[in-house]
Every structure is written in C-alpha cells, then in structure tokens.
C-alpha cells in the first residue's frame, strides 16, 4: 500500500513539475512577444522621427492621442515622438532583462529536477 501511495506522490510530482516548466514557457514566451511589439513600435517611432525631422517646424501634422486625432506643429510633436521612443527602448531593455532572468531561473529550475524540453520537428 505504501507502494501505491509512492506513485500517486511520484506521479503527482511529476506533473507538477511538466506544470511549472510549462508556465516558465509560457511567461518566456509572453515576454518574448511583449519585446517584439515594443520593438515594431520603436521602429516606427524612429521612422516618424527621421521623416518629420526633414520637414520644417512650423508645418503642421497630426498625432493620434487616446483615439483623438490632434493637429499640432512638428515643433510640438517631435519632442513628444522622441520622449516615447526613450520610454519605449527602456521599457525594452527591462523587458529583456526580465526574459534573461527568467530564462536563467527555468534553466536552473530544469537542471535542478533533471528537466529535458522535448524539441517539436519543424
């Protein structure tokens, strides 16, 4: 009986553990999407960036601000478009320092209980 009551606990440990690698994936994978996005957005931002700085100043363009488009000079728009972009590679660069760290915990975590992640053919 103490057998039986061995592999229920083995069992249970075991998917436990599919259970937790399985959330280090899926955050791993939330992380690495969440990047991506940021990166599509910096790289517009650095495209209005370049092409609004060849324009004049005083020549008038339109932001979308909460879903209310707003007409305003590049002179006002730029240094906000620039200010975003600084947000935007910060929030990046601490978005990759969380995958890192991450990624560091759930290689311990599958050295630790001796974890293999089974590679899906391509």
Known sequence: ???????????????ELRLAANQYTNEL???????GELENEL????????TLSEVPTTRKCHRLINGVL?????AEVLPALKTNE???????????????????????????HGIRIAQTPS
């Open 29 to 35: 994978k939330t992380v690495a999407s969440k990047i």
């Open 70 to 74: 707003i007409e305003r000079t590049v």
């Open 1 to 15: 009986m103490s057998s039986n009551s061995a592999d229920k606990a083995s069992a249970a440990s075991e998917q």
């Open 43 to 50: 790289n517009e931002h650095a495209l209005v960036i370049k």
């Open 86 to 112: 600084e947000g935007i590679q910060s929030t990046i660069k601490q978005l990759t320092s969380q995958y890192k760290a991450k990624e560091k915990s759930f290689i311990d975590f599958q050295q630790k």
